[in-house]
């Protein structure tokens, strides 16, 4: 199918409103995405017409409901390119997929004195579930620097590995700058030693294909929100051998085979994960949103999406006063953060929503990367399929402005 962002931004309903006095430019697509109608409308005929609690009933309309729920599943596996549809367990989103693992592998396999890599570029949900554990435990957080070019420092990376290091956990795509991280090679480098990795993939499912056999690794963790469906329903991506080998995250109903007062026989994968009633709904909202991306084509939304980025930065970069962060790589998706010299990212922000601007302020969840970079933060333009050069056009007239109001 040929991209057509006029056709696409018709599927897109809420972009069509005015803010301010002003069409909305909605640029807060890190933060999370719009839903096209084919989402809205999978949720809505849900309700209208199947809903029952899943793997619980013999009576037609659970049966219905368990059938999409597992549908949902194999989507989500052929997505990825899972060997099994049982390596994928729906969660809540990146932030519990990856305290699943946090949680679970650290019980089974983190002793007092042991490593946990992570990297100063992750968001604090590859943060802080590392590092309050390894403080429980007595363990020990190395984190990968980031370079003066905005990179993961791969020579750094490689000298933080001793027989103590467990696991390591790293993001695919930097939420702050865009940058693509050359993960292969981290996950390569890890394997040659027998640890382990974990692929935080919040901001590259929606920009990049992902496939889970080429790159090898143990875990990768996303969110439905990020790639057009439902909040409240996300991915953990588990090799079968890991996920056996972890105890359950959470107990209760749906993750059971038998229970006696003195015991409990736990269901196989990926139930063992999938305590309680899960949102099944959204894992419908997940399918109806990666088929809607794959009848687009991930590659043409992804060649779209680097042809509004490299206009932007050719625009941003001819005002005056304007920093902006890793523009200068080819491999980065479409994020673009930006000060403008002298004024707060917060007022940026006010600014540029009076102008019917949606763009994303503060640290965004990376406190420790912006320490790094010695900056308070940035103000976040991230583009998705529906933005068009046009919306660009009005974003950049709102930063001169900003500019203009706040220097
Ligand atoms: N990891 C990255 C890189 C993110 O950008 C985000 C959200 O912005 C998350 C993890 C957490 O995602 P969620 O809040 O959907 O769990």
Redo the contacts with the bound molecule.
């Keep these: 199918m040929a991209f057509d962002v006029r056709k696409i931004r018709k599927d897109f309903p809420v972009l069509d409103q005015t803010v301010n006095g002003y069409p909305l430019v909605y640029l807060d697509n ?2 999370t995405t719009q839903k096209p109608t084919a989402v809205i409308e999978a949720v809505a005929d849900f309700y209208k017409k199947k809903n029952a609690n899943v793997h619980r009933g013999v009576h037609y309309l659970s049966n219905l409901s368990t059938d999409l729920y597992e549908q949902a599943r194999k989507t989500v596996q052929h997505f990825i390119n899972a060997r099994h549809d049982y390596e994928i367990i729906f969660t ?7 305290n699943l693992v946090a949680t679970t592998f650290s019980q089974a396999f983190i002793k007092p004195g042991d490593e946990i890599i992570i990297t100063v570029m ?2 604090h ?2 943060i802080v579930p590392w590092q309050q554990i390894a403080k429980r435990i007595g363990a020990k957080i190395k984190a990968v620097p980031v370079t003066d070019d905005y990179q993961l420092d791969f020579e750094a990376y490689t000298k933080l590995f001793s027989p103590k290091t467990k696991i390591v956990a790293l ?1 695919h ?3 702050s700058l865009g940058t693509i991280n050359p993960i292969k090679k981290f996950i390569d480098f890890a394997h040659e030693r027998d640890v382990p990795v974990l692929i ?1 993939a ?2 590259s499912i929606q920009h990049e294909r992902i496939d889970v056999q080429e790159l090898d690794c143990e875990f990768l ?1 996303f ?1 439905g ?2 790639i057009y469906a439902e ?1 409240g329903i ?1 991915v953990l991506y588990g090799k079968e051998e890991w996920l056996d080998k972890l105890p359950p995250y959470q107990y209760g109903g749906d993750m059971i085979k038998d229970v006696t007062i003195e015991d409990t026989i736990f269901q196989d994968l990926p139930l063992k994960f999938e305590a309680g009633t899960n949102n099944y709904v959204g894992a419908y909202s997940l399918k109806a949103a990666l088929d809607y991306v794959s009848q687009i084509g991930i590659e043409e939304i992804a060649k779209y999406e680097k042809h509004l980025l490299n206009y932007a930065i050719e625009k941003i970069q001819q005002i005056d006063g304007v920093t902006f962060y890793a523009t200068k790589q080819d491999n980065k998706v479409s994020v673009l953060s930006f000060n403008i010299e002298g004024a707060h990212n917060y007022d940026v922000g006010m600014i540029l929503d009076q102008m019917g601007v949606a763009v994303r302020t503060g640290k ?2 990376t406190h420790p990367l912006m320490y790094a970079l010695k900056i308070p933060g940035t103000a976040r333009a991230s583009f998705a399929m529906y933005n068009t050069t046009e919306e660009i056009d009005q974003f950049i007239e709102a930063v001169k402005k900003a500019k203009q109001m706040l220097t």
């Design positions: 890190a933060a809540r989103g990146t932030t519990e997929s990856i992750d968001h949900s590859n993001l795509v930097s939420n935080d919040a901001q963790a969110s929100h990020k909040t996300g965004h969840c």
